[in-house]
């Protein structure tokens, strides 16, 4: 199966001021990636699929690029709500898999 | 928009068998789309455990090989997963959720529910 593996496992960034997290595929999963953000004693939420495209009522701070093994998501203007976890899932090839997650914490 | 509510035993014996429903309301179950169970124990990251299609048609994740049964309930618009031979290991939130299409992203998810195994 495709190993997906998040970086940093932590990042400390202070409101306002943009963040970037990283997602890297054992192998090429194209475009097939999805971001969610998950808060604490909440379900996952979708932000982003196919790489770039928004999920619908996603704020447009939320912006992802990448194909291939590379992705990142990019969010800009730090609100508080943001600080949480956040997964990236390759469903490229089956089984669909999820990175180790990435907590954006306020510095 | 499709929501999903899980539903289920939150205390489960080892050796035993996990059973959860997922409801589905705001669409159709036996319309379209995969419906899946995806879990996530206390402090680490989300695991596939396997879905089905509207025709019935399933598939596992095979790191949970044959414990793992999902059904369908046309009737009363719901999924069920059911896991056995549970260890401590399996303890978790269950979530449900559905994607479009097979190999895809899961647009809606379900509150999740925390099934604890333990004697």
């Known amino acids: 199966e495709i190993v997906m593996t998040q970086s940093p496992a932590t990042l400390s960034v202070s409101p306002g001021d943009s963040a970037t997290l990283s997602c890297r595929a054992s192998q090429s999963v194209s475009s097939n990636l999805a971001w969610y953000q998950q808060k604490p004693d909440q379900a996952p939420r979708l932000l982003i699929y196919?790489?770039?495209t928004g999920a619908t009522g996603i704020p447009a701070r939320f912006s992802g690029s990448g194909s291939g093994t590379e992705f990142t998501l990019t969010i800009s203007s730090l609100q508080s709500e943001d600080f949480a976890v956040y997964y990236c899932q390759q469903y490229n090839n089956w089984p669909v898999t999820f990175g180790q997650g990435t907590k954006l914490e306020i510095k | 928009q499709v929501q999903l509510q899980e539903s289920g035993p939150g205390l489960v014996k080892p050796s035993g068998t996990l059973s959860l429903t997922c409801a589905v309301s705001g669409g159709s179950i036996s319309g379209s789309g995969w419906w899946s169970w995806v879990r996530q124990p206390p402090g680490k990251g989300l695991e596939w455990i396997g879905e089905?299609?509207?025709?019935?048609?399933?598939n596992y994740n095979p790191s949970l090989g044959s414990r793992v049964t999902i059904s369908l309930d046309t009737s009363k618009n719901q999924f069920s997963l059911n896991l056995s031979s549970v260890t401590a290991a399996d303890t978790a939130v269950y979530y449900c959720?559905?994607?479009?299409?097979?190999?895809?992203?899961?647009?809606?998810w379900g509150q999740g529910t925390l099934v604890t195994v333990s004697s």
């Open positions: 959720a559905t994607s479009e299409k097979w190999l895809g992203q899961f647009d809606w």
């Open positions: 089905i299609y509207h025709s019935g048609t399933n």
């Open positions: 196919g790489a770039s």
